[in-house]
């Protein structure tokens, strides 16, 4: 009677140790379908990469900051000036990192080439100099920086 008794102890542990693994064989398994769902979905995501394309619809207020990067005193006073007076919110006006820009630029900030395509035309930039850099520290649409071709553009025509 004794040994039937063990046996059915043995086979009760037997039966629950059984049960506790495959509970945690499960959420191994679930565990891993998580991981390796989240890295597919991760590498998956160009998003962050692309430029965001936009409907390419100009934004009702343009917010503009306008970059001395020719040298010449009051050239960005002059662009700011004529950009306000065509309703472009022109939020900074300061200078360049260096002053041997040879081309004006024009920079689209949030995914709207749109935007710099505007004010690219308002100014009479080359299209060939707008480009997208897409930044999310900054807090406006477009940023153009003044070369030294700035006497060719509409501010000072």
């Given at each position: 009677?004794?040994?039937?008794?063990?046996?059915?102890?043995?086979?009760?542990?037997t039966t629950?140790?059984n049960?506790?693994?495959?509970?945690?064989?499960?959420?191994?398994?679930?565990?891993?379908?998580?991981?390796?769902?989240?890295?597919?979905?991760?590498?998956?995501?160009?998003?962050?990469?692309?430029?965001?394309?936009?409907?390419?619809?100009?934004?009702e207020?343009?917010?503009?900051?306008?970059?001395?990067?020719?040298?010449?005193?009051?050239?960005?006073?002059?662009?700011?000036?004529?950009?306000?007076?065509?309703?472009?919110?022109?939020?900074?006006?300061?200078?360049?990192?260096?002053?041997?820009?040879?081309?004006?630029?024009?920079?689209?900030?949030?995914?709207?080439?749109?935007?710099?395509?505007k004010?690219?035309?308002?100014?009479?930039?080359?299209?060939?100099?707008?480009?997208?850099?897409?930044?999310?520290?900054?807090?406006?649409?477009?940023?153009?920086?003044?070369?030294?071709?700035?006497?060719?553009?509409?501010?000072?025509?």
């Amino acid at each position: 009677m004794a040994t039937v008794k063990n046996q059915k102890t043995a086979d009760i542990k037997t039966t629950t140790t059984n049960f506790v693994l495959n509970i945690v064989i499960f959420l191994l398994v679930a565990l891993i379908i998580y991981l390796v769902f989240s890295v597919a979905m991760k590498f998956g995501d160009d998003s962050s990469q692309t430029p965001k394309n936009n409907t390419e619809v100009v934004s009702e207020i343009i917010q503009v900051d306008v970059l001395n990067g020719c040298g010449k005193k009051g050239a960005a006073d002059r662009f700011t000036d004529f950009l306000r007076n065509n309703k472009i919110d022109v939020v900074k006006t300061d200078n360049y990192i260096s002053f041997d820009i040879d081309k004006t630029m024009v920079i689209d900030r949030i995914g709207n080439m749109a935007n710099a395509k505007k004010i690219a035309d308002l100014l009479g930039v080359s299209r060939k100099n707008v480009i997208q850099q897409l930044n999310e520290d900054y807090f406006l649409d477009v940023t153009v920086i003044i070369g030294k071709d700035y006497y060719n553009l509409a501010p000072l025509k």
